[in-house]
């Protein structure tokens, strides 16, 4: 992932869909995310280590998404931010 100080987009470049997909604010930064692109192939083998929710995630959906990454992947660390860590700029997930 690029992080940039301003998003803009190059109708000129080579792969316009992978120009867009792999710039992110650099605000955003602090996510250190990753994306995958794939072509003429389904699937990625990944291994996730780590399951983190945002702020405004639905609790029925974090309860639902949290089991179906411990059956899959029983090691998985779930965490979920917190309103104080982000106005504080510490960025720190808690264990749920």
């Not at 803009?8 to 316009?16: C, F, G, R």
């Not at 291994?47 to 998985?76: M, W």
């Not at 931010?81 to 808690?94: F, I, K, P, Q, W």
């Amino acid at each position: 992932m690029d992080y940039v100080d301003t998003l803009h987009i190059d109708s000129n470049a080579p792969n316009l869909a992978r120009s867009i997909l792999t710039k992110k604010l650099a605000l955003w930064q602090h996510e250190k995310e990753y994306r995958v692109l794939k072509q003429y192939q389904p699937f990625v083998k990944v291994k996730v280590k780590q399951l983190i929710f945002g702020i405004h995630a639905d609790e029925r959906q974090k309860t639902l998404l949290s089991a179906i990454a411990k059956k899959f992947c029983p090691r998985i660390k779930i965490e979920s931010l917190s309103r104080g860590a982000l106005e504080t700029g510490n960025v720190e997930a808690h264990e749920i």
